[in-house]
């Protein structure tokens, strides 16, 4: 299941899609049209996975070409200057591509998560003064939903598998207990 997530400036538009949804065969309890004065156990925002994923996937595939390079040239060094055997080039190149790999995985694991964060702190923030979000919970016809947002003039429409509940920013979340 995805869930469709889509900011609004005015009410009706919000209200179009929530229609589309129902004449779509979408339920009440998969769907959700919220404003600013919804109750804060009602808010959802989209999850920062699939930023995460995308800096993983980039950052790993960078890390590994770009180390596989000086690996090569690590091996190729080994042999020509030492006499090195063969073997020990090749082992000399893989523990570079390795290194590369892991790097690249972790670099692109920070990156992309704080790239998902920035974006939901800009939905966040849209939200907080006065958008009107739509959120659609679907097995089927996502691509269809996320067209008829951007027919009715949808904003930071996202696409996840899962969303999270909105931290309530009211101080309630933030208040620190009194030591004893």
């Known amino acids: 299941m995805k869930t469709i997530f889509g900011l609004f ?3 009706e538009q919000a ?12 339920t009440d309890e998969h769907l959700k049209v919220l404003d600013s004065g919804s109750p804060a156990h009602d808010l959802v925002e989209p999850s920062p996975r699939p930023e995460t994923s ?23 060094g080994s042999v020509t200057s030492t ?20 790097a690249g995985v972790g670099l692109g ?8 964060e920035e974006e939901i702190q800009h939905f966040r923030e849209a939200f907080e003064h006065g958008a009107i979000m739509v959120v659609i919970e679907a097995d089927q ?3 269809g939903f996320v067209e008829e947002m951007r027919r009715q003039g949808g904003k930071m429409i996202q696409v996840c598998k899962y969303g ?13 207990s009194a030591a004893h």
């Open 141 to 143: 016809h996502v691509e």
């Open 109 to 116: 694991f920070v990156k992309g998560r704080s790239d998902g």
């Open 164 to 176: 999270r509940p909105m931290p309530d920013m009211t101080g309630q979340d933030l208040q620190v």
């Open 83 to 102: 006499s090195a055997p063969v073997s020990f080039a090749i082992q000399v190149f893989l523990v570079f591509v390795i290194i590369g790999f892991l």
């Open 54 to 76: 995308k800096g993983i996937r980039a950052f790993a595939i960078l890390g590994t070409l770009i180390f596989a390079v000086f690996g090569a040239f690590a091996a190729v």
């Open 9 to 11: 400036d005015q009410k």
């Open 15 to 26: 209200e179009a899609v929530a229609e589309f949804a129902r004449r779509s065969n979408i």
